[in-house]
């Protein structure tokens, strides 16, 4: 159930935020744009290049989101959520590729040194701007963790990327203004690109991974063996037993299977029942979860090829 706490966040859902992120992108980029034409300063030219990021990988996160919420069909039983996965990485390529950009640029200003006019406006308009980022991010990291949206999380990650990247133009800025070394200007933005870098980097891992059918959280797995256990200690001794326990994240969506095994001499009826009491403990113990658990008697055993595990 949604606690007051998190209710605002279930009614702000993933195209709703990225709706907004398109906006605060369009925004960020005419303030950050302009802080650089009125300064000329190499540290704003490589802030609003990366608003560009924040603006195509927002575009490209609602546009996966959107197929991520489309049904079950014929061609993908198990529903799209794997499509966010896709929009995590197309903006971790595209921050890689802006970070060269950036280092690109910074070289050349190293080389050619130039002054920075009207710093005033300049940061005025930046520090605009990065409020504006701050503040999206920090309301769409709390509704990733409500929706289990990695699209979202992967875009208030950029947006708070985007923030530090700000911060260290402005030192940049700042201390040219104070030592007049016109070359702390593109030391800056090296810097920035040193940082968009490694975020590019770690969000296209990231895709990598749930694409790869990665196991759910550390925390959801401890209370898929909790909820487990319980069964176990509810019935007789040695009656009940799970094995071959293995989980998979796919976009929104979280799975496990296993194995339940049982006395042999139960009734069809009686096992289904305890079946349809382990699915819905599961389901309340992590919400989202889909399980799927095959019967079998107690001294049967089977050997599959995935890892295996549980509570015995």
């Not at 279930?10 to 907004?20: D, E, I, K, V």
């Amino acid at each position: 159930m949604p606690t007051c706490a998190t209710a605002p966040y279930r009614w702000l859902t993933p195209r709703h935020l990225l709706w907004a992120s398109v906006a605060v992108a369009l925004i960020t980029i005419a303030l950050k744009t302009l802080a650089w034409y009125v300064t000329d300063s190499v540290g704003l030219l490589s802030d609003a290049m990366e608003s560009f990021v924040n603006l195509a990988s927002a575009m490209f996160a609602l546009a996966m989101v959107t197929v991520a919420q489309r049904p079950a069909d014929d061609d993908h039983p198990y529903g799209h959520h794997k499509a966010e996965y896709f929009s995590s990485g197309f903006e971790g390529i595209l921050i890689v590729g802006v970070s060269a950009g950036i280092f690109w640029a910074a070289g050349h200003r190293l080389l050619d040194p130039q002054p920075i006019a009207q710093v005033g406006w300049g940061l005025g308009l930046s520090v605009l701007s990065s409020a504006l980022n701050g503040l999206l991010a920090w309301v769409m990291y709390r509704s990733a963790r409500v929706h289990r949206s990695i699209a979202l999380e992967a875009d208030a990650r950029h947006l708070v990327t985007d923030v530090w990247t700000s911060a260290g133009v402005l030192v940049g800025i700042v201390g040219v203004s104070l030592t007049g070394w016109l070359w702390l200007d593109a030391l800056a933005a090296i810097g920035v690109a040193l940082n968009i870098l490694k975020e590019g980097v770690e969000l296209v891992w990231r895709s990598s991974q749930g694409l790869m059918d990665s196991a759910v959280e550390p925390e959801a797995q401890v209370r898929i063996d909790a909820t487990l256990q319980q069964f176990v200690q509810l019935q007789p001794p040695g009656a009940v037993r799970f094995d071959h326990v293995s989980t998979r994240r796919a976009g929104q969506r979280q799975f496990v299977d296993l194995h339940l095994h049982l006395p042999a001499d139960w009734s069809l009826r009686h096992a289904a029942e305890l079946r349809g009491q382990v699915e819905q403990a599961l389901m309340r113990a992590v919400p989202g979860l889909r399980a799927t658990i095959e019967l079998l008697p107690a001294d049967m055993e089977t050997y599959g090829a995935g890892l295996q595990g549980g509570a015995e």
